[in-house]
């Protein structure tokens, strides 16, 4: 078993035991009346339990351990933070245990059933990316949909997290910490670092006093990225951002980041760092107060006709600089808008939602998502051999996020579905 312990956690948490003539192990009669509520911080493994022994009523916390003597391996008997404990509950006794104050601390020996632990070691051993494959057609959907709305919702919650410590980072300015998760989501992945760096490395005031004219917010932008100082390159155009941006970065004492880190290698070329700046430029010069623009936007094509920027007439004859291509528009693709839709605008407006006590727009957030097509990855087509399609980029969120925190983590004793099976 990968970690005894937990499983002992799990058959207590849902009562996965036979619950007759329950007793400590001095003969006293035990009832569970509540198994309290799993605590994954430190200090005891349950809080707020409540069990009867004998004639008497116990609310307070419950420990878990493998073997008895685990106790004081872990030095509870010297920590008055386990005084508070009504029950020491164990899979092998080895003899009684006391609390701080010296008091005897009531013990209860859990037997997991035989049929549990083999579908625990089913599913912890298993060598598939996901272990209940060969099961989850046996789940039933309700289960399966109700879990991934749990899913889908922890995964918001974790991006609001990363954003509340982006706005940390810029003095609680919802405009700045927008620009910078939409700077990296920007680099589609392949260039997300680069793109952040160029963001980070440019403060957003800056381009705001810019942002009548598009050609200076380019220069900024391609300026900082580091993609000006290619001496092959001698059109007007480029020579010309390059000695605007020599003014700007004098009056503002930037840095530009280097430019050789932005990937081209197997990138399409509506796809290449170049354009995407290029697009980027264009949705900052027309946002003024760029936040503000979104929250002003209340369903999916209001929000995909502000994404259709039209770049430069440069960009609509180029991919690079110096090498002119047949004119074409260089709006964000259907696939790339919902990309910025699910990374960054949904995840704001939820944090936004969350920290001004507004559900209105954590519920927009949840209809965006809900809007939009499910992604498409290596993820999303394992579910779907397993017999589970998202329906919408809401799903495939919940997905990803079941993937990554459950799945590779093997923490199949924590997840619905896994309960299901486990409890068959």
Not at 56 to 70: M, P, Q
Not at 200 to 206: A, K
Not at 393 to 414: P, V
Request: net charge neutral; charged share 25%; glycine share 4%.
């Amino acid at each position: 078993m990968a970690n005894n312990e937990y499983l002992l956690h799990y058959v207590w948490k849902y009562r996965l035991f036979s619950q007759a003539d329950l007793q400590t192990v001095d003969g006293q009669k035990i009832e569970i009346i509540d198994p309290g509520i799993r605590n994954t911080d430190a200090g005891a493994d349950f809080f707020n339990a409540k069990v009867k022994i004998d004639d008497k009523v116990w609310a307070g916390n419950v420990e878990i351990h493998h073997s008895s003597d685990d106790w004081n391996k872990h030095g509870h008997q010297t920590d008055e933070n386990y005084n508070s404990v009504i029950l020491h509950v164990v899979e092998t006794m080895k003899g009684c245990v006391k609390n701080q104050k010296g008091m005897q601390v009531p013990q209860m020996q859990l037997t997991v059933p035989d049929d549990i632990r083999k579908n625990a070691e089913y599913l912890l051993s298993s060598r598939s990316n996901l272990p209940c494959k060969n099961q989850l057609p046996l789940v039933e959907k309700k289960v399966i949909n109700s879990w991934l709305t749990v899913m889908g919702v922890e995964r918001l919650e974790r991006k609001v997290n990363d954003i509340f410590t982006h706005m940390a980072r810029f003095n609680n300015s919802w405009d700045h910490s927008f620009y910078v998760l939409l700077a990296r989501n920007y680099g589609f992945g392949l260039n997300s670092d680069e793109f952040e760096r160029l963001a980070l490395s440019l403060p957003f005031n800056y381009i705001q006093r810019h942002s009548d004219s598009l050609f200076q917010v380019e220069a900024l932008l391609f300026g900082q990225a580091g993609l000006l100082y290619d001496e092959a390159v001698s059109d007007d155009y480029y020579l010309q951002l390059r000695k605007e941006y020599e003014f700007l970065r004098h009056k503002y004492q930037l840095t530009s980041i280097d430019g050789f880190l932005f990937k081209k290698l197997r990138v399409r070329p509506n796809a290449f760092p170049h354009v995407r700046i290029a697009q980027l430029a264009a949705l900052l010069k027309q946002s003024g107060r760029l936040f503000s623009s979104i929250l002003e936007k209340e369903d999916y094509k209001q929000l995909r006709l502000h994404f259709q920027a039209e770049t430069s007439g440069y960009w609509q004859t180029h991919y690079s600089f110096g090498r002119e291509s047949k004119k074409s528009h260089k709006y964000l693709g259907d696939a790339s808008f919902n990309i910025i839709l699910i990374n960054t605008v949904a995840p704001v407006l939820f944090a936004y939602g969350r920290k001004t006590d507004q559900e209105k727009y954590c519920d927009r957030a949840l209809h965006i998502l809900e809007s939009v097509k499910p992604e498409r990855n290596a993820i999303i087509a394992e579910f779907t051999t397993a017999g589970i399609s998202p329906a919408s980029a809401f799903d495939s969120q919940a997905l990803i996020q079941l993937k990554k925190e459950y799945c590779d983590r093997r923490k199949c004793l924590y997840c619905q579905i896994g309960y299901q099976i486990l409890a068959r």
